[in-house]
């Protein structure tokens, strides 16, 4: 079974370096990365089956960003800065809720209806003349996708998501991702004391599924295969059932997937993960659906969270099959976790000489490579001054422009 997507072709000349330790450490460069590379690339916010009734809305809060999606009476998604056009205060707080009709801040009063438009302020005569018009909500760069929801605070260098996967687009309708329910209330949050790329670093190669993680590599390490393209999107996808298993949740998990005769081959009995550079994630299984991503909090601590989706017709089976599946998946992850902490500690030590990346870390180098071309201080071996960063990354971006 082969997925009918771009093959990633791996030069035989390749550097096999990562980044240089002091990038995963240091203060002023994770300001760049706060500016440059978080608040102008996609993040995923949800999915729109996570706000079904008119006035529900969901939060996502990132680097000192707000943002609220929100059902408008109308029907329609919409999304805009979590923050009272008086004084900035939250019109919401929370990962989600409902409104009756209307946001009312919880500061001073003001009212917003459901499409952001502001409806009325207390003490109206206290203001003088004043537009109502001008002071709705602001908006917030939103796409929905098969489904999913994707934000962006400020215009940046990538093209719409639609774009970016178009590659994989006959995969997302075969597994129907615009039907997709919500799997109980299942927003998950865990917090690890590392940097981001650490982060990352883990989760973008599968060199290490053979000995780092059991219940993977019993369940399909060995058709286990990443690929990554050069506009940042990732692809990771692997065969299960194809050998007796060994663990029990896998050997239970194998026994009751059911079978997906209206899915392709190619996804048939399969797990994919679909990359979405910086930190966004979106992966299936025959039997659930889910998104991860890494926020950072600071350059040395980091928020992983996510949701879950169910497939719409899911029968006792399946619900039990998916059951298996979550906890797969779940010790996996806390597998990584650790991985993530012990890789971050490393980068602090006197006696790391760098990376040196086998072929089958090709994702990861991949995504070193977009950090290096947005912020290209991050080429230098060496660390500048931390006074001096800032400056470095201008000088060494008109360098690199005039050299075409």
Not at 188 to 194: A, D, I, N, R
């Amino acid at each position: 079974m082969t997925a009918p997507t771009r093959k990633m072709q791996i030069p035989n000349d390749w550097d096999r370096r990562g980044l240089p330790a002091w990038t995963y450490h240091s203060e002023k460069l994770f300001e760049l990365e706060r500016d440059h590379v978080f608040r102008t690339h996609w993040m995923i916010a949800g999915h729109v089956c996570d706000i079904p009734a008119e006035g529900d809305w969901i939060a996502f809060d990132m680097l000192g960003e707000r943002a609220i999606v929100m059902r408008g009476q109308d029907g329609e998604i919409r999304a805009f800065h979590n923050l009272c056009r008086h004084r900035g205060a939250r019109v919401v707080d929370g990962t989600g809720g409902h409104c009756r009709g209307a946001l009312v801040c919880p500061f001073h009063g003001w009212v917003y209806n459901t499409d952001g438009s502001l409806r009325g302020v207390s003490r109206p005569e206290s203001f003088g003349e004043f537009d109502k018009e001008k002071f709705g909500l602001k908006p917030v760069e939103m796409e929905i996708w098969k489904g999913f929801i994707f934000l962006r605070f400020l215009p940046g260098p990538q093209p719409s998501v639609a774009e970016l996967f178009a590659p994989f687009e006959g995969d997302f309708d075969a597994y129907g991702s615009e039907t997709l329910l919500p799997e109980g209330n299942v927003l998950w949050e865990s917090t690890l004391p590392v940097n981001w790329k650490s982060v990352r670093d883990v989760d973008n190669e599968g060199y290490h599924v053979a000995l780092a993680h059991p219940g993977l590599q019993d369940l399909y390490g060995r058709t286990y295969r990443d690929d990554a393209y050069t506009n940042g999107v990732s692809h990771s996808h692997a065969f299960f059932g194809d050998k007796p298993a060994r663990l029990w949740s896998v050997k239970n998990y194998v026994a009751l997937s059911p079978e997906r005769p209206d899915l392709p081959e190619h996804l048939q009995k399969a797990w994919t993960y679909y990359g979405l550079f910086p930190t966004g994630v979106i992966a299936f299984t025959p039997e659930y659906a889910n998104y991860y991503q890494d926020i950072p909090l600071s350059a040395g601590e980091t928020l992983l969270k996510g949701r879950t989706y169910r497939m719409p017709a899911e029968d006792r089976q399946a619900r039990a099959a998916r059951y298996l599946a979550q906890r797969i998946d779940r010790e996996t992850s806390e597998e990584d976790q650790q991985l993530s902490i012990w890789s971050n500690e490393s980068m602090k030590s006197s006696a790391f000489e760098d990376f040196h990346l086998s072929d089958l870390e090709y994702g990861l180098k991949n995504h070193h490579d977009e950090l290096r071309k947005i912020l290209p201080v991050t080429r230098l071996a060496e660390a500048p001054p931390e006074d001096r960063i800032h400056q470095s990354n201008e000088e060494l971006a008109l360098a690199l422009g005039r050299a075409g």
